[in-house]
């Protein structure tokens, strides 16, 4: 059982449509990793692969997928902008676990605050929000911290059933990207230096605090051990620092 392929498949061809993409490096030994977890009867293996992309006003397009049978299956599914473009982060993380699953939908904002902001990037959202949440209705509680990072829009929920995530959760998936696809047409780059060095700033607070937080260390540091994953975070799932280690210094 593969839940989320489809989703990926979808997401890279209607990319490769509407997009101009080129390859974007996955460092060596993270295209693809493989262990078996569990004891006796319960071995399953853990495969997790990597896809990455890029275009001009993207600068990474890039998902984890985990696939370790029935109970656990997950998308991380992230877009981050060029540093000279004022959009969203595209988020998408698309988890099932024995418990069941845990979906979270957003454009991520750099500015959640800024109403003309959220005027620009989050009412236009708004609508395909109140649809999808008729059926996929509020996941309850997450990390207060979390907050500042997400929009008005964000669609989180936690399904009992995976039919609902194969038809409804897809939906709302495919509708969000397409949302921000027309966002990505529409943008234009940002010249004003202090504009941008406030994208660049919100850039950074988004960037470690995902990769500071990430909720998939834990499973990952299980599977694959702590040297693997603090690679797998910092070297392709939250790259930014590591692209352009100038920024480092600036806090
Ligand atoms: N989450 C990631 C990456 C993953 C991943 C890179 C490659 O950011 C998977 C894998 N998310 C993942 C897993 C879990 C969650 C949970 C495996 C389950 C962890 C567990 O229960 O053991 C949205 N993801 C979650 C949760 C939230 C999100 C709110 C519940 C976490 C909790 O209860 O502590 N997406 C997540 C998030 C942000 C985001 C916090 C913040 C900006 O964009």
Redesign the pocket.
Known sequence: MTLYQPFLDWAIATLQERLSLSPYPIPEGFESKSAVSGKGKRQTEVL?TSFACQSPKLRQIRA?H?QGGEALQ?L?F?IFPQLNYDLP?F?G?L?T?PGGH?I?L?M?PLFRDDPAYREKYADPVMPSFERHRQQLSW?G???AE?RA??SPAFL?TRPTETAVVETQVFEAFRDYLNLYLEFVDRAEPVTDPERREAILQAQLR?LR??AE????R???TRLYGPEWTEEY?HGF??DLERKFPELSCTV
């Open positions: 997790t984890a985990v997950v991380n992230v982060f988020g993380d988890v676990l845990l979270a957003d991520q996941g509680d997450f990390p979390a990072f997400f989180w988004y605090y995902r937080k990430d909720p998939a834990g499973m990952f975070i799932l939250f």
